[in-house]
């Protein structure tokens, strides 16, 4: 199985902080890659897939970047409403594996 | 709008059989593929496998040889079995959708509907 190793596992920031997340594949998985935002409680909710496209109705200020075994989410300016855990997923090859995680806690 | 609906026993002893079912509206059953995530608690999503009407099934291998999901299209569900539980399948349980789009000829997939979870805590 791919492994996907996210850094880092957590982080603190404050509102309006630019805030970056990377993910890295264990072999190429050309741009097959998704972001994922979790609340605690709370199902995870699809934020980019393919890499760098923003799923329907997720802010702008989330991103995504990379290809092959590198990858990003950036935060432009964080909101209060953007502390939560975020996981990467590839989805080029089964089984599908998620990254262990990133925490974004209030600074 | 689609909803995904986890159901089944929270609690199951260890050996035992854990059986969910993902009832599905706002989308036929026969129209995607159906996929079970799990979450240890404090802990991170863990992808179980994906079932689809028709064809064969696709299983993690770490959990390949105790898992079985099947579909039942008259009730527009699907359902998932774990066998011989221990401690250790103690989680959240996930249902999700595998959506996809394509894009320069090239079909890109995510899970874009997921169910709310149901804890399933393995336990005498």
């Known amino acids: 199985a791919i492994q996907m190793t996210q850094s880092p596992s957590s982080l603190s920031a404050s509102v309006g902080d630019r805030v970056t997340i990377t993910c890295r594949a264990s072999q190429v998985i050309r741009n097959d890659l998704g972001w994922y935002q979790q609340k605690p409680g709370k199902a995870p909710k699809l934020l980019i897939y393919a890499a760098s496209s923003l799923q329907s109705g997720v802010p702008s200020r989330f991103s995504g970047s990379g290809s092959g075994t590198d990858f990003a989410l950036t935060i432009s300016s964080l909101q209060p409403e953007d502390f939560a855990t975020y996981y990467c997923l590839q989805d080029y090859s089964y089984p599908w594996t998620f990254g262990q995680g990133t925490k974004v806690e209030i600074k | 709008q689609v909803r995904l609906q986890e159901s089944g026993p929270g609690l199951v002893r260890p050996s035992e059989t854990l059986s969910l079912t993902c009832s599905v509206s706002?989308?036929?059953?026969?129209?995607?593929?159906w996929i079970w995530i799990r979450q240890p608690p404090g802990g991170g999503l863990e992808w179980i496998g994906y079932i689809y009407y028709t064809g064969s099934p696709n299983y993690n291998p770490s959990l390949n040889s105790r898992v079985t999901m099947s579909v039942d299209t008259s009730k527009n569900q699907f359902s998932l079995k774990l066998s011989s539980v221990t401690a250790a399948d103690t989680a959240v349980y996930y249902c999700?959708?595998?959506?996809?789009?394509?894009?320069?000829?090239?079909?890109?997939?995510?899970?874009?509907?997921w169910g709310k979870g149901t804890t399933v805590t393995v336990s005498s």
């Open positions: 706002g989308d036929s059953i026969t129209s995607s593929y």
């Open positions: 999700a959708r595998r959506g996809g789009s394509s894009s320069t000829g090239y079909y890109y997939y995510y899970l874009d509907v």
